[in-house]
């Protein structure tokens, strides 16, 4: 007899007749008859094979499969393509009718959710889509293509429609029977009517709807009409049902209260982790065989259960199924698609480069190549970046593989683009120093003929098809954890439960961005659109309310199947201390003293062992701490290791006392720290470094440091000029070096980024050359980055060495010379040494590199935008004194200490991945006399 059988417990459906018909199938299905079982999912499925078994009843032969198989197997039975346009094929398509301006793209995701929407509802909008594309806003370029869609073979709810239309008994005959489908599965009720006519004989087993779920009393109805079922409500078996009484009292019944529900109230959203385990093990200990932990769908919490139950030796059926990593070949596919697409920048070359090269001290090489490469021309082009980076043997095979497509072409090219590119790709990878590769399109060759064929005659973005390949490549990818489906303890969401039964069911996440969740509104479909569509069309499109109700009722179904135990849990926090509020559910079960919530308490916690190192770790942590210590080597103290002194620039003094930890890993290891990962442009760092650059051709010979006269060096007349003819002679200068560093640039740098730039640099070099026309007219020598290192003489020798901006000299010879320092600073902030504060050290240790080459005086002039400034070293010797002797001292011993004074500047920036905790600067500070005398 063809009925649709509905039950309020799991037991009900069980004794009215479902066990039996369980067992018929299975003999059906073992003498060779065709036997479709369907189920909601596929925990639902082992339950029922589960509890069978249980009960001493055979199950044998019997495939249980799920809607998107039932709707393959009607399509290949009637002659119709199977659909398959997902997600990422239907944003391809709205995408490209739309256009690829970002609004534009926005708008495609909101489109495509309320084609999802259309979908779900089973309206396919006959002889009405204008109507309904104009109450969702939806563009004009887009209606052409929509309705193409809409009619398309492989559409789903066209699909579905057209089976519905066309189904009929055809051979070879099948039996069918449906178990567990909830609201969001009964939605397709075309294709449920479908597989009904086209079977010898169907039964349904549903879910009883609760009151509020008019939806999908329509939609039974609906089925129940168009297949000429008979309808009937599963007796109740008598079975105990402790917690049914929340059920009857939600929907307004009073009734005894049998038990009440465990209320458990964490602190935090980690609280809440442990007290699910205590649970468990509770449930466990006190006789339940079967135990669930409803999730929430789609949310990582679920996860983080699954680790926590195995981590605490807990063998649990992983229901959540996190997405698995894809392997090298998939992620190679993955990063060519972004590099050819939205992603054509070095973050994604480095990605590939990852992928590909197997030596990982090259790799190494190749990571400060590439952040030079960038650093000279803050392009993120790979057209200026990929030139001269890699091996001449890599380079072509690498420029070939990402040769950019072109912007508009056939979907076909753009597929055998990709196909060319993985080719490539291939034979990049035989190259040696690479990995070896195999990679194809096998499994995207199918969807493309049918993309190609819907998009026949229209032209699309490379762009888009790459992003495109990109999302088909990045689908999820299941990744099974814990102990398989025959653990007693199961993680899954309530949907998928729906329809079982277990001796106790947990419920977390009961507060804040748990359950019911709050959605944010599509533009396109408001609940206004909703609601005159609702009543203008008469299907069933659902609100914010609608969604939040429908998660509801599944855990509302479900409470009533816990057979012994049942327990919420909640945060009165969330993971950043903002206080969050229980859900309906708690506020419902605490109101009229029902249940009274209990705090979480870690019980039976056993005194941690002690670890191996913890007192070793304490003594360290004393002697970091006590002032009356000096540093030691846990102190990044390197006295003793025998290591090379380094001159130290004086640009980097100042950093040495503030970041002395950053500066050790500098100087000892090598290790600079990496402030940006992502390769993005650093606007006043290439102002800076375009201006030295300039400013040092302009002023003579950049980087020779040779001693010249004025008038040799400008390429003047006289070694003598006045201020008038140097002022002209430079700008000209400056015109000539400009033109050169725009000949220079590649097309890629020619960008408004670049020549805003290239204007300021030519604005501050003109000021620059303003400012200083008057010093070099009356200085008849001078150098241009001239370099010095010394070794400054007395008690405290201290190493130093590097390049001088300009010098001007009275003689050509720096010993026993007149000099001026010019330093240029790019900054309007006029310069102010503090050396008791540890900065301005730099302006000192030009005065004494100079001295200590013999020169007679020193004077020191800061260019800036705005002025020229003369700076007095002197002012502040003593305490310039008193740090250089505590330089020479770090520098000697190589004793750097953790930590700088807050006071600093640059001391915010001493923050290490290193195991430590702050330490008071007034330590540190007694340390480094204590050390350093």
């Not at 066209?158 to 567990?180: K, N, T, W």
């Not at 290791?641 to 050790?664: E, I």
């Amino acid at each position: 007899m063809n009925a649709l059988y509905l039950f309020h417990h799991v037991e009900d459906a069980w004794q009215a007749g479902l066990a039996a018909e369980v067992e018929r199938l299975s003999r059906q299905a073992m003498a060779g008859r065709a036997v479709w079982f369907v189920t909601g999912s596929f925990l639902q499925a082992h339950w029922l094979r589960s509890h069978q078994l249980r009960a001493g009843r055979s199950l044998f032969g019997l495939e249980f499969i799920d809607l998107r198989t039932v709707r393959q197997r009607l399509c290949r039975r009637n002659g119709l393509p199977s659909p398959s346009f997902g997600r990422e094929t239907l944003r391809l398509i709205l995408q490209n009718a739309l256009g690829e301006d970002p609004v534009h793209a926005s708008m495609a995701d909101h489109l495509l959710i309320a084609l999802d929407e259309f979908a779900l509802s089973g309206f396919t909008c006959s002889g009405r889509l204008e109507d309904v594309l104009r109450i969702l806003r939806v563009p004009a370029p887009a209606w052409e293509t929509v309705a193409q869609l809409f009619h398309s073979p492989y559409w789903r709810p066209r699909v579905d429609e057209r089976l519905r239309q066309s189904a009929a008994r055809a051979h070879p005959p099948f039996e069918l029977c449906v178990y567990g489908l909830g609201s969001l599965e009964l939605r397709q009720t075309d294709l449920l009517i479908a597989a009904a006519r086209s079977a010898e004989a169907f039964s349904f087993w549903l879910p009883q709807p609760l009151p509020t779920a008019d939806a999908d009393f329509q939609n039974l109805e609906r089925l129940e009409q168009e297949t000429g079922a008979e309808r009937d409500i599963c007796a109740a078996s008598g079975v105990d049902q402790p917690f049914g009484w929340v059920l009857e009292s939600r929907q307004g019944f009073s009734g005894p209260v049998s038990r009440r529900p465990q209320l458990v109230c964490a602190g935090r959203p980690a609280d809440e982790v442990d007290a699910v385990v205590q649970l468990v093990a509770e449930a466990l200990l006190g006789g339940c065989r079967d135990v669930l932990v409803a999730v929430p769908e789609h949310d990582p919490f679920g996860m983080i259960i699954v680790d926590a139950l195995s981590s605490a030796g807990i063998a649990v059926a992983d229901e959540v199924r996190r997405n698995a990593h894809g392997n090298r070949g998939i992620e190679l596919q993955k990063t060519l698609a972004r590099l050819h697409g939205r992603d054509r920048t070095p973050r994604a070359l480095w990605r590939m480069f990852e992928l590909l090269v197997l030596d990982e001290s090259v790799l190494g090489r190749l990571r400060q190549r590439l952040a030079k490469h960038f650093d000279e021309r803050q392009a993120a082009s790979l057209e200026a970046i990929l030139p001269g980076l890699v091996p001449p043997e890599w380079e072509s095979g690498l420029l070939r593989l990402l040769a950019p497509w072109p912007e508009r072409a056939a979907f076909e090219d753009l597929a055998a683009s990709w196909r060319q590119a993985l080719e490539d790709a291939n034979a990049l990878a035989d190259l040696p120093g690479l990995r070896p590769f195999r990679l194809d399109t096998g499994d995207l060759e199918p969807l493309w003929h049918e993309v190609a064929d819907f998009l026949r005659g229209r032209l699309i973005s490379g762009r888009l098809f790459a992003d495109f390949l990109y999302d088909l490549l990045n689908q999820p990818r299941r990744l099974q954890l814990g102990a398989g489906r025959t653990a007693w303890v199961c993680v899954a969401s309530a949907r998928r439960a729906l329809g079982t039964a277990y001796d106790a069911i947990i419920v977390p996440r009961c507060s804040g961005e748990g359950w019911p969740r709050v959605t944010t509104e599509n533009p396109l479909l408001t609940d206004l659109a909703r609601a005159e569509m609702r009543s203008r069309y008469r299907f069933n499109w659902q609100g914010k309310l609608d969604k939040q109700r429908l998660e509801l009722d599944y855990y509302l179904h479900l409470l009533v199947q816990a057979r012994k135990e049942l327990c919420f849990t909640y945060t009165t926090a969330d993971a950043l201390g903002e206080t969050v509020v229980p859900n309906e559910i708690i506020t419902f079960l605490q109101s009229g003293s029902h249940s009274r919530p209990r705090a979480f308490v870690r019980a039976g916690q056993v005194p941690p062992a002690p670890i191996e190192g913890l007192t070793h770790f304490a003594s360290v942590r004393a002697r970091r701490t006590d002032a009356r210590l000096p540093f030691d080597e846990y102190s990044l103290s390197f006295e003793g290791a025998g290591l090379r002194v380094k001159p130290w620039s004086p640009s980097v003094l100042d950093k040495v006392l503030s970041q002395p930890a950053t500066f050790a890993f500098k100087q000892v290891f090598g290790c600079a720290r990496e402030y940006d990962r992502e390769f993005r442009r650093e606007f006043r760092l290439t102002l800076g470094r375009v201006i030295h650059c300039w400013l040092g051709q302009i002023f003579g010979e950049s980087g020779s440091g040779s001693t010249l006269a004025t008038g040799l060096a400008l390429g003047l007349s006289s070694g003598c000029c006045d201020a008038d003819a140097v002022r002209d002679r430079l700008r000209q200068r400056l015109r000539e070096v400009q033109d050169t560093h725009l000949r220079r640039l590649s097309e890629a740098q020619r960008c408004v980024w670049w020549e805003s730039i290239l204007r300021q640099a030519a604005w501050v070099c003109d000021r620059f050359v303003e400012q200083l026309a008057g010093p070099l007219a009356r200085s008849p020598w001078l150098a241009a980055e001239f370099p010095m290192e010394v070794t400054l003489p007395g008690p405290d020798p201290l190493a130093l060495c590097g390049r001088i901006d300009l010098v001007l000299l009275d003689r050509a010879d720096v010993k026993a010379a007149n000099l001026v320092v010019v330093d240029f600073k790019t900054s309007k902030r006029k310069p102010a040494p503090k050396p008791a504060g540890g900065s301005g050290l730099q302006f000192h240790a030009y005065r004494w590199m100079c001295e200590a080459l013999g020169a007679q005086t020193t004077r020191i002039l800061v260019t800036r935008i705005g002025g020229t400034d003369e700076v007095n070293p002197g002012a502040d010797e003593q305490a310039a004194a008193a740090l250089r002797s505590t330089l020479a001292a770090i520098q000697r011993r190589a004793c750097f200490g953790y930590g700088g004074d807050p006071g600093s500047r640059d001391a915010q920036d001493e923050v290490l991945p290193i195991a430590t905790v702050p330490i008071n600067s007034a330590v540190l500070r007694a340390k480094r006399r204590l050390t350093l005398g």
